[in-house]
């Protein structure tokens, strides 16, 4: 395809900053997507490498030891540092590419088109890198099971956000519940707002939609849970998913009198602190159906 010098369709009408526009039509669409992804608020950004070169990483640092005074000094050092480093792959190779001919481009011009098209574009990204996101949450995670004498939704909920909070490894000492974060689905959501609904006391809004914080942890409602998923609780940064797209591109489409507009993007999902994500559903979580 050749690509329409100056992108010239787009200057009809007077408009003579075309480039400038599809330049911040591209800047509203990765804008778009983290705006609308749960994902983007959880995902590890700490990450070091060129995604040009395929891969990125990301290291975590193992917790600090006390020795006795002196043996440092006896030794000539101190104790090394010692770092896991997980390397994420860009291994996910997408395109969105539409061709609009110039009958429709005509009718609704083509800055309309670029941005109805692109407020859908964003919509299918964010829901693909939601889903990977969340997908590998629950393989990488540690899948609860709810003990039978705990089946109040509080309680329920309570019990998993223990569960990531009291870890204790070579990399952590437990976890701060302002660090976690819990990601509900609708269904769950639901059960949780209408628990909240029966409580009298003053301060909670039965009118909102949001609760948004649950015993100290920000909480979330997503569609993009997989399937038999109530709920994942997870220390931010938990996951890593580096995400690389091209702008957005217009190109006249050889012997057609069409425009092809093509978005093309390429991620990776891998669990940094795997050991500190947890997920419940129905299947082999009592009380959680």
Known sequence: ???INALNILLQGGSPGAKEYLAELYGKVIEGVSKQLVSYRIKNMDLSGDP?????EAKRFVNATAATYGTARA??????????PVTIPINVNKEIVEELEEKDVSLYGVEG??????????QIMAAELDKAFFAEAKTAGVQLTIPQNVTAIEDVLEYGIQAVETVQNEYVDGV???LL?????????????????????VNVDTTTEEFYVFHGVETFSSIHLPAGTNFQIMING???QPVKSDPYTAEKIPLADAVALELFYYYGTKAVMPDLIAWAG??????LT
């Open 1 to 3: 395809m050749a690509r």
């Open 52 to 56: 040009d070169a395929g891969t990125v």
């Open 75 to 84: 030794a000539g050092k101190g104790s090394a540092v010692k770092a896991q």
């Open 238 to 240: 938990a996951i890593a």
């Open 176 to 178: 701060p519940r302002d």
């Open 282 to 287: 129905a299947a082999g979580a009592t009380g």
């Open 181 to 201: 974060k819990m990601v509900v689905s609708p269904a769950y959501y639901g059960k949780i707002r209408n628990r909240l609904d029966t409580l009298t006391r």
């Open 113 to 122: 088109v670029l941005a109805r098209r692109a407020q859908n574009h964003i």
